[in-house]
């Protein structure tokens, strides 16, 4: 089963709109962390925003914020008054216990979901 | 330097050669991981070091790949024998807890 899911290949947003970018995971572990990343077409990968499963709020970085719904495994991007500079790949990725469960292991990054903001 | 570094930036190489792909970690980050990236794809685990733990090499897609971390900073990921399906961007993250991406390095097999 894929471990994250990004169910939008693209999307679409006007300026100074806001966009929701979707991102569901699977995992049984408890404790493990959400991340977002920006991959513009320069090719670098940028953090943007870090949700821990038992942070009980939602983690907000700038115009990013990030609505975590444990319960349905959902950790979707929000990025408020998008901005033509917000055209990018944008990639969900999560990192679980490792088998031991004494550390966290690898990052594992979802597909992807390519944004386009239109003047 | 404050991020993460790669060399070199660009690499293009024979088929058959051999590779040596150098990630430099931010100073303090216990974790360091691999991935590479095909035009317009994800990014593929390759291998992950976590402190003095072993590393985590069930992503390494044949045993012509390895990497190692010298003193527990600086990463070496070797391609030996290379082939043209090798071609791809090879990214570096380190991190404490999240991870931050080095810019990667292109690697070209003719």
């Known amino acids: 089963a894929q471990k994250i899911t990004q169910t939008q290949p693209g999307m679409f947003v006007q300026e100074k709109e806001a966009v929701t970018l979707d991102c569901t995971y699977d995992t049984s572990d408890q404790s493990y962390g959400l991340f977002w990343y920006k991959q513009p077409s320069s090719g670098e990968m940028i953090f943007l925003i870090y949700?821990?499963?038992?942070?009980?709020q939602n983690a907000t970085e700038g115009r990013y914020s990030l609505n975590f719904q444990k319960a349905r495994k959902s950790a979707n991007l929000v990025i408020s008054a998008s901005q033509l500079g917000d055209s990018a790949m944008y990639f969900c990725?999560?990192?679980?216990?490792?088998?031991?469960?004494?550390?966290?292991?690898?990052?594992?990054f979802g597909q992807g979901t390519i944004l386009t903001v239109h003047p | 330097g404050a991020g993460v570094s790669q060399s070199p930036s660009n690499k293009v190489t024979e088929k058959g050669k051999d590779v040596e792909l150098r990630c430099d970690p931010i100073?303090?980050?216990?974790?360091l991981y691999w991935y590479r990236q095909s035009l317009g794809q994800g990014l593929e685990f390759l291998i992950y070091f976590q402190g003095n733990s072993a590393p985590d090499k069930s992503g390494l897609p044949s045993d012509r790949f390895s990497a190692e971390r010298t003193g527990g900073s600086v990463s070496t990921l070797t391609i030996q024998r290379t082939q043209q399906e090798d071609s791809a961007v090879y990214l570096c993250?380190?991190?404490?807890?999240?991870?931050?991406f080095g810019p990667g390095t292109r690697l070209t097999v003719l």
């Open positions: 990725a999560m990192r679980e216990l490792n088998a031991g469960g004494t550390s966290y292991g690898k990052l594992t």
């Open positions: 949700q821990g499963s038992y942070d009980e």
């Open positions: 100073s303090g980050h216990t974790a």
């Open positions: 993250a380190s991190s404490l807890a999240g991870g931050f």
